[in-house]
C-alpha cells in the first residue's frame, strides 16, 4: 500500500455523517485483524487518523476533530509544532541513536531539563536516560531505592496508574489489569489517596483532617504495623488515569515529611504531570516540596519522540555499570526536540498559557457545579476532569460517560475517561491551546452532558 498525502482541511470541528467514516472503518477493520486485541484507543475512538495539525487532527474520511487528548499528555505544544519539527528533522542528519554516548544534543537536553527544576534541586541532581517509555523509568526509579537502600518494600496508592510494564503493573492500583497476571512483583503495600470526593476512610468532608494520611503515618511508624521500612513510597501529585484528582496539600506535605523522618526515598511519577501540564514544570512545585526521585516521560521532547528519565539526589546513586539499561535510551531527534521544545516553553510564556487557560475551563465547566450528577469538576492547570455518578447511590456513571464521549466524537471534540468505571471525562488539551479553542471544546462538551442525559 502507498501513502498519499491527505490534504490539510479547515481547522475547525467538523463531522460528517456516522463514525466511523467509510475510510477509517476500512482501517479499523485492517487493525482488528492483524494488530494486538490489546488495543485500546480506537476502540471507544473510532477513527483513522490522516494528519494533524496544532489543536486538531482529521481522519482517512475528512473529518476533523478538536484534539483534547493530544497522546495522552505526549503532544504538549500540539501536533507537528513546526520549529520542533526543523530541531528534530536537522538532529537526523548529524546522529539520530547514540545509546549512552555523550553527545552534544543530549547535552544541550540535559542542561536545558535541569534548567527547569528548582535551584535547590538542580545543583544535587542527577539524570538517568531510560528505555522510552515512563514504565521503564518507573521500573528504573525503584531499583535506583532498592538498590541505595537495601529494603525490596514499596508503597504505593489506590487509584494510582504507574504503567503496565510487569513491575509498574504491580505500582498501579487497577486490579483488572493485574488479574489475568499472576506472580506478580511482590511487597507493594497500597494506602489511600487524597480522593475527597470519594473520601477513601469514609468520613463526611467536614471531618477530613486528611485522616487518609494518617493510616499511613501510623502503619510506617508503628513497630508492630506490619510494613517493613519500604525502599520507597511513590505518589502522583495529580492522578491521572484515576481521574484527573489534584492530590489535597496538607496529604503531600505530611508524606514528604514522613518519608524524609525515616529516611524512605520519595519518588514522584510526573509522567503525565510534568512539562508544564500543570502550570508548574513539575507539579509537585504546587506542593512546596522536594522528592528525592522525579520520573518524566510523555511530554519530554514536546512532539511525541520517545524519551525518559529519572531525575535523582546524588546520594542514591549506588547503581554499578549497566544497571539499567535500554537500547533507544539514546534518541537524539527527541533530544533536540526537547532543548527546543524548553526555548519555546520561556519564548512564549507557555506556562502562563496554561494558566489562564486553566483558569478559563475552571470558570467555563463551573455552570456543572449544579447537576446532581456531576458528583466533581476538578482540575489543575491543563488537566481537568469531570466526574459523573448516580445522585441516588453514588455509583460511578460510566455508561453515561461513555455515551458523552461518543457524542462529543461525532461533533469533533476527542475527550478522554478515566477512573473508576471510566465514569470521569479527561480534558488534557495541548499546552499551546487557545481561548476560542477552550470555549469551542466547552460548548460541545457542555452540549453533550446536558443531551445525552442522565442514565433512567
Not at 16 to 35: D, I, K, V
Not at 111 to 136: E, I, K, T, V, Y
Not at 241 to 267: H, K, M, N, Q
Not at 276 to 295: K, L, M, N, Q, S
Amino acid at each position: 500500500m502507498t501513502r498519499t498525502p491527505t490534504a490539510r482541511p479547515a481547522l475547525a470541528p467538523r463531522v460528517e455523517g456516522a463514525l466511523p467514516g467509510p475510510r477509517s472503518a476500512e482501517f479499523l477493520e485492517h487493525q482488528r485483524q492483524w494488530e494486538s486485541s490489546a488495543r485500546a484507543y480506537p476502540r471507544h475512538l473510532p477513527i483513522a487518523i490522516a494528519g494533524a495539525e496544532g489543536s486538531y487532527l482529521w481522519d482517512m474520511d475528512g473529518n476533523v476533530f478538536l484534539d483534547f487528548l493530544a497522546g495522552a499528555g505526549v503532544l504538549s505544544l500540539g501536533h507537528n509544532h513546526p520549529e520542533l519539527v526543523h530541531a528534530a528533522t536537522e538532529q537526523m542528519h548529524v546522529l539520530t541513536h547514540g545509546l549512552d554516548f555523550p553527545t552534544a544534543a543530549k547535552r544541550e537536553f540535559v542542561d536545558a531539563q535541569l534548567s527547569m527544576l528548582p535551584p535547590s534541586l538542580s545543583s544535587r541532581m542527577r539524570m538517568h536516560f531510560c528505555g522510552p517509555g515512563g514504565a521503564n523509568a518507573v521500573d528504573a526509579a525503584i531499583k535506583l531505592c532498592k538498590t541505595a537502600t537495601g529494603r525490596g518494600d514499596l508503597v504505593s496508592f489506590q487509584g494510582g496508574f504507574h504503567g503496565s510494564s510487569h513491575a509498574a503493573m504491580a505500582l498501579t492500583g487497577l486490579v483488572a489489569q493485574k488479574r489475568p497476571i499472576a506472580n506478580g512483583v511482590p511487597g507493594v503495600h497500597f494506602f489511600p489517596y487524597s480522593y475527597c470526593a470519594r473520601c477513601p476512610v469514609g468520613l463526611a468532608p467536614d471531618t477530613c483532617a486528611t485522616n487518609c494520611v494518617g493510616l499511613l503515618e501510623r502503619s510506617l511508624r508503628d513497630p508492630n504495623g506490619g510494613i517493613p521500612l519500604p525502599a520507597a513510597v511513590i505518589l502522583e501529585m495529580v492522578q491521572g488515569e484515576g481521574g484527573i484528582i489534584p492530590a489535597d496539600r496538607d496529604f503531600v506535605r505530611r508524606v514528604r515529611a514522613l518519608t524524609a523522618e525515616l529516611d524512605i526515598p520519595l519518588v514522584v511519577d510526573e509522567v503525565q504531570t510534568g512539562c508544564g501540564r500543570t502550570g508548574t514544570w513539575f507539579a509537585f512545585e504546587h506542593y512546596d516540596i522536594e522528592p528525592d526521585v522525579i520520573i518524566a516521560s510523555k511530554a519530554l521532547s514536546g512532539m511525541g519522540l520517545p524519551v525518559a528519565v529519572i531525575f535523582y539526589d546524588r546520594r542514591l546513586d549506588g547503581w554499578a555499570p549497566g544497571a539499567h539499561t535500554g537500547t533507544f535510551r539514546g534518541n537524539q531527534a527527541a533530544f533536540a526536540a526537547g532543548a527546543a521544545a524548553i526555548r519555546i516553553v520561556r519564548r512564549d510564556d507557555v506556562l502562563g498559557n496554561v494558566r489562564q487557560r486553566g483558569r478559563e475551563l475552571a470558570q467555563r465547566l463551573g455552570v456543572l457545579h449544579g447537576d446532581v450528577w456531576v458528583r466533581e469538576v476538578r482540575g489543575l492547570g491543563l488537566m481537568w476532569g469531570i466526574e459523573l455518578a448516580d445522585p441516588r447511590d453514588g455509583r460511578p456513571a460510566g455508561a453515561y460517560a461513555r455515551a458523552v464521549q461518543a457524542y462529543a466524537l461525532q461533533h469533533g471534540l476527542i475527550v478522554e475517561l478515566g477512573g473508576r468505571d471510566d465514569s470521569v471525562i479527561r480534558l488534557m488539551p495541548p499546552l499551546t491551546v487557545t481561548a476560542e479553542e477552550i470555549e469551542l471544546a466547552c460548548a460541545i462538551l457542555l452540549d453533550a452532558i446536558e443531551r445525552c442525559g442522565p442514565p433512567q
